[in-house]
T-cell receptor, first 115, second 112 residues
Framework: ETGVTQSPTHLIKTRGQQVTLRCSSQ?????VSWYQQALGQGPQFIFQ???????GRGNFPPRFSGLQFPNYSSELNVNALELDDSALYLC??????????????FGPGTRLTVL | KQEVTQIPAALSVPEGENLVLNCSFT??????LQWFRQDPGKGLTSLLL?????REQTSGRLNASLDKSSGRSTLYIAASQPGDSATYLC???????????FGEGTQLTVNP
């Protein structure tokens, strides 16, 4: 069974650029959630995808967008990058969007630095 | 809106000590609570998931308890080791789905 994978590991961009981060969910999981973790803080929920549809969104502006593909992998896109977007971006997968027994499994994260 | 608080923010103990990490949450209508470990610059490793119907969950030297009525969970680490040094995060889901709200974590250092 393959765990959650994310790419790239690290990324450096400049203000105003656009970035795409990728996540492959764990085998058998159809739900992917994205989180942003600033240094020294707990992760903050960005949004969740379930069966290729957005299924909940946190307090992030529209320049944060996502996709989920038929194989349940997912992308996080951020447009017009700002310095405050520098963070560790974490992807989590789970068997379903709200099942009470669902444990969420996280990937290793992508470290984004915006200069 | 769920809010999660963790105390203490940092903890330094000598090797071999038993210790307790605390987590409190505001919305007690949760159906589970999850504890994670995070090494510096790394992703989250799930340690324990406690269902709302359970009061405790154990894995090796780790024991997590959940008291929904008081909005509290504790993570007990027995016979701590230097390899336990990491940040420990608790997370509670929103009642409307599986979106997790995290505390800011407890940074644990176990000194040899």
């Amino acid at each position: 069974e393959t765990g959650v994978t994310q790419s790239p590991t690290h990324l450096i961009k400049t203000r105003g650029q656009q970035v795409t981060l990728r996540c492959s969910s764990q085998s058998g999981h159809n739900t992917v959630s994205w989180y942003q973790q600033a240094l020294g803080q707990g992760p903050q929920f960005i949004f969740q995808y379930y069966r290729e549809e957005e299924n909940g969104r946190g307090n992030f502006p529209p320049r944060f967008s996502g996709l989920q593909f038929p194989n349940y992998s997912s992308e996080l896109n951020v447009n017009a990058l700002e310095l405050d977007d520098s963070a560790l971006y974490l992807c989590a997968s789970s068997p379903g969007p709200g099942n009470s027994s669902d444990e969420q499994f996280f990937g290793p994260g992508t470290r984004l630095t915006v200069l | 809106k769920q809010e999660v608080t963790q105390i203490p923010a940092a903890l330094s103990v000598p090797e071999g000590e038993n210790l307790v990490l605390n987590c409190s949450f505001t919305d007690s209508a949760i159906y589970n609570l999850q504890w994670f470990r995070q090494d510096p610059g790394k992703g989250l490793t799930s340690l324990l998931l406690i269902q709302s119907s359970q009061r405790e969950q154990t894995s090796g030297r780790l024991n997590a308890s959940l008291d929904k009525s008081s909005g509290r969970s504790t993570l007990y680490i027995a016979a701590s080791q230097p390899g336990d040094s990491a940040t420990y995060l608790c997370a509670a889901p929103e009642t409307s789905g599986s979106r997790l709200t995290f505390g800011e974590g407890t940074q644990l250092t176990v000194n040899p």
